[in-house]
């Protein structure tokens, strides 16, 4: 009974004189960096900063702009139990704009259409159709490709050539399943990290957002189902998947995972018993010199450090090649050379190209039952990964 309430006054409302036209009321919800960009595109289509009229003038103030896109913006995000904030709930307070905390959503009916970029929790049916024109979901990939909460990473850890932004309409009780109202492609450039890509697309995903908001009943009377094929999951990064499976884990896998959740989980192992974070990883293949040394890896296993000096870098054995790392932390930042003359130096006095079978670093095994304040803070402020 409620359902069919909402729904014929949704139609109502659609109906009504002056409708289906800008300026919208839009209510936000999102969390982290990749929601941020969206919704300081949504605050710059409602005003425009004022002009500072002379020295000292504040230039954190706004003025409203001719042919505003939005009209009123308020914001839904999640709350924080850990010292700092999300993102979004710092950027809708330096922009002042009023900030609800999950699961409360404001009045109902003061809104035309709800905006949704990296929440993660479902919204009901009830307050999806307390939105005239529904709610719209910003998401960073190709769908039905990477339906779930970490597209980006998963996108570079499985090394995609192609990704690309999807403003969806969002249904109840499945996440990432709504008809495409907009898709663009772009191509993945070369030995790009997830933190570089969620840039490029957060920009990305904010245009079109802007571009379907300014013609939306159109924009949705030409959504389409997304297609049945194709469709791959993009699961929450655990810390655990930081540890380097030396025995499992190729070179360029090394790599691409460093590549994909470096600047949120550093890549770890063990040094003799210890925990080291690897850092500022190299492919061999950009060692000055490095390919013109015969390494001979009879007698290397996974894990085998060497130190290559020219370069100053260490050089680890995975299943499959060889991977460079300039800098770990072990009790404090190390470069490479601080910790050869630390740790190794003393194997290799005679033979500095031998492979010494008590020097290399040991799978670590992290369980993910527990994570510490620090790692939990980390995932909160990465929540759209």
């Known amino acids: 009974m409620r359902g069919r309430l909402l729904r014929a006054w949704r139609e109502g409302v659609k109906a009504a004189p002056g409708a289906g036209a800008p300026p919208w009321r839009v209510l936000f919800f999102g969390t982290d960096r990749f929601a941020v960009t969206a919704l300081r595109a949504l605050q710059a289509a409602r005003y425009r900063p004022r002009r500072a009229e002379g020295p000292g003038s504040e230039g954190s103030e706004w003025e409203p702009s001719e042919n505003s896109l939005v009209s009123r913006l308020e914001v839904v995000t999640l709350p924080s139990r850990l010292p700092g904030d999300l993102p979004v709930r710092s950027c809708a307070r330096e922009l002042q704009l009023p900030v609800h905390e999950w699961p409360h959503t404001g009045a109902a009916g003061q809104f035309d259409v709800g905006v949704v970029a990296s929440f993660g929790r479902l919204l009901s049916e009830?307050?999806?159709?307390?939105?005239p024109y529904g709610v719209l979901n910003v998401h960073p990939s190709c769908l039905p490709r990477w339906r779930g909460p970490a597209p980006i990473i998963h996108t570079v850890l499985h090394g995609?050539?192609?990704t690309g932004v999807t403003v969806m309409e969002?249904?109840?009780k499945r996440f990432d399943v709504g008809p495409i109202i907009k898709q663009e492609e772009f191509a993945v450039p070369p030995r790009c990290t997830a933190k570089e890509l969620e840039v490029v697309l957060s920009k990305m995903g904010a245009n079109m957002l802007i571009s379907v908001l300014r013609n939306l009943p159109e924009s949705l009377k030409n959504k389409k189902?997304?297609?049945e094929e194709g469709v791959t999951f993009a699961p929450k990064i655990s810390i655990a998947k930081s540890c380097v499976r030396w025995e499992e884990q190729t070179a360029a896998q090394v790599i691409q995972l460093h590549r994909a959740i470096g600047s949120m989980f550093p890549l770890q192992t063990l040094w003799k018993g210890t925990t080291v974070k690897l850092l500022d990883f190299v492919e061999v293949d950009d060692i000055p010199g490095f390919a013109d040394q015969t390494l001979n890896d009879c007698g290397a296993v996974p894990g085998s450090l060497l130190y290559h000096k020219a370069s100053q870098t260490l050089i680890a054995r995975c299943k499959e090649g060889w991977v460079g790392i300039k800098a770990v932390v072990l009790k404090k930042k190390l470069t490479a050379v601080d910790f050869y003359n630390g740790y190794m130096h003393s194997w290799f006095q005679q033979k500095s190209r031998a492979v010494h079978q008590e020097c290399r670093f040991q799978t670590l095994k992290l369980?993910?039952?527990?994570?510490?304040?620090?790692?939990?803070?980390?995932l909160s402020q990465n929540i759209k990964q």
């Open 126 to 131: 009830d307050l999806i159709l307390q939105f």
């Open 160 to 162: 995609d050539k192609v």
């Open 170 to 172: 969002i249904r109840p």
């Open 225 to 227: 189902e997304q297609p």
């Open 367 to 378: 369980s993910t039952a527990k994570k510490t304040l620090k790692e939990r803070e980390m």
